[in-house]
């Protein structure tokens, strides 16, 4: 769905899942700031870093997607921009 540009219905099907670690927290960031919902986006932000102050930004695109493409992973880190967490 994040991929497919509905963010609003991948962020609710996000916040459905039981027990989210990091980079399921990581991908409700990326879809709230996506979505325009930027100040949400950076409390949750903060909120992820408070409880994994390990999360980086390339750690997530290495390890917490699967995508087909650069521009995919392009995708993903702009939904990050600019909020401020580590690289």
Not at 39 to 49: I, P
């Amino acid at each position: 769905m994040y991929l497919g540009g509905a963010y609003e219905e991948a962020l609710a099907a996000l916040r459905r899942l039981p027990n989210p670690g990091k980079f399921t927290w990581g991908r409700i960031v990326a879809c709230l700031n996506r979505a325009g919902r930027s100040k949400e986006a950076a409390d949750e932000a903060r909120l992820l870093l408070a409880a994994h102050p390990d999360f980086t930004i390339n750690e997530f695109l290495r390890h917490g997607v699967v995508v087909e493409s650069e521009g995919q992973l392009l995708q993903f880190r702009e939904g990050f921009d600019p909020l401020d967490l580590p690289n």
